[in-house]
Every structure is written in structure tokens, then in C-alpha cells.
């Protein structure tokens, strides 16, 4: 079993649907999560972070974490035809000692129909 | 401000060569990343810098990778007798140095097809 659990879809949704991405982990000790989007032939870039559990809000997008299932969310509103790509989440530890490398989902294709 | 920029953006190889992956990091990042994300995959770490200094390389797949960054800036990964299984996009990522969450940068990658 690997340590993040993502479906990777593809999930299509017409436009303007709310969508819901989420991921699964096991390893306790993540406790920096984070949603990037990777449109096709680029590289990720970061959408939302979130520290501990709870939730953040920024724009049409909203992050969700629950540490204690070990599960967070990722929740789309008012879905755009340019939000169609790949949702990867990623989590890491907190070393105290400075940076760590990132543990990621295998990522979701999104697609939005006009 | 220029981000993140990786060269070659695409690479052949045959079986059994040595290749060499460039990393040009956003100014000023003292943290360095390098990552193998698989057709289909998400991205797996390899390694990590702060400025010289290669902190991790637990993630390396075998003593066949090398990574270095000599200056503290620029970086390459080497990748030495490449192997099928190697065929990846490798992306390398930035980000500002300290103890709490610092946002990685990532660059567009370098597609390395090994036949």
C-alpha cells in the first residue's frame, strides 16, 4: 500500500458542477498538505496548502483536512473548462531541520465539459 | 522574476548511455529538489539540497543517479549507463529555506525517453 491513496479518474463533470477531489494517507506524521495542478507537458503547480487539519478557502476553491481519518479534500466550485487537468495532492512531514522532499498522489484527471 | 527552468526539455537516449539533466532554481532559493514522475504517476522524490549540501538522497533509485549542485545554484543530475525503466519526466523544484512551510516552484520537467 502506498502512502497517499488518489483515484486517478478520469472524473468529468459538466461545467459549472461542483467537483471533489480527495486522497487518502496512512503515514501520521504528515502534517503540511498540499493540492498542485499539473496541466499536460508542465510542471505541478500549487493551488492550496493547508497546515494540520481544517479548512482553507481561496476563491472557487476550498481544502479540507482531516487528520484524524487521514483524509483531505479538495472542492472545485463553479467548475471551469480551464480547470480540466491533473489534481495531485501532497503531503509531507515537519522535520524541524528544515525542507522536505514531497509525498504525492498519483493525481486525478479532472475534465470539465463546456 | 524567471522561475524555475530545466534543459534539455526533451531527451533521447539509447540504452546504456550517460545522461545529464540540468536545474536552474528561482534566485535566491536555497532548497533544491529533484523529482521522477512516471507516464501516469505522480511525482516521486529523489533528492534534496540546501545550497551545497545534499541533505537527502534517500528517494535516488540506484548508485546509477547522481545529483550535485557544486555552487549552490544551478544543478544536474546524472543519470549513468540508463536503463528502459528510467524513461521518466524529472522535475526539479525550488523553494526558500526554513523551518516552517516554504511553497516549492517546480519547472516544466525534462522528458527523458531511454530506447
Known amino acids: 500500500q502506498k502512502e497517499v491513496e488518489q483515484d486517478p479518474g478520469p472524473l468529468s463533470v459538466p461545467e459549472g458542477a461542483i467537483v471533489s477531489l480527495n486522497c487518502t494517507y496512512s503515514?501520521?506524521?504528515?502534517?503540511?498538505f498540499m493540492w498542485y495542478r499539473q496541466y499536460s507537458r508542465k510542471g505541478p503547480e500549487l493551488l492550496m496548502y493547508t497546515y494540520s487539519s481544517g479548512n482553507k478557502e481561496d476563491g472557487r476553491f476550498t481544502a479540507q483536512v482531516d487528520k484524524s481519518s487521514k483524509y483531505i479534500s479538495l472542492f472545485i466550485r463553479d467548475s471551469q473548462p480551464s480547470d480540466s487537468a491533473t489534481y495531485l495532492c501532497a503531503m509531507r512531514a515537519y522535520s524541524g531541520g528544515g525542507a522536505d522532499g514531497l509525498t504525492f498522489g498519483k493525481g486525478t484527471h479532472l475534465i470539465i465539459q463546456p | 522574476g524567471a522561475g524555475v527552468s530545466q534543459s534539455p526539455r526533451y531527451k533521447v537516449a539509447k540504452r546504456g548511455q550517460d545522461v545529464a539533466l540540468r536545474c536552474d532554481p528561482i534566485s535566491g532559493h536555497v532548497s533544491l529538489f529533484w523529482y521522477q514522475q512516471a507516464l501516469g504517476q505522480g511525482p516521486e522524490f529523489l533528492t534534496y539540497?540546501?545550497?551545497?549540501?545534499?541533505?537527502?538522497k534517500s528517494g535516488l533509485p540506484s548508485d546509477r543517479f547522481f545529483a550535485e549542485r557544486p555552487e549552490g545554484s544551478v544543478s544536474t543530475l546524472k543519470i549513468q549507463r540508463t536503463q528502459q525503466e528510467d524513461s521518466a519526466v524529472y522535475l526539479c523544484a525550488s523553494s526558500l529555506a526554513g523551518l516552517s512551510y516554504n511553497e516549492q516552484f517546480f519547472g516544466p520537467g525534462t522528458r527523458l525517453t531511454v530506447l
Open positions: 503515514n501520521s506524521a504528515f502534517q503540511y
Open positions: 539540497f540546501q545550497n551545497e549540501a545534499q541533505l537527502d
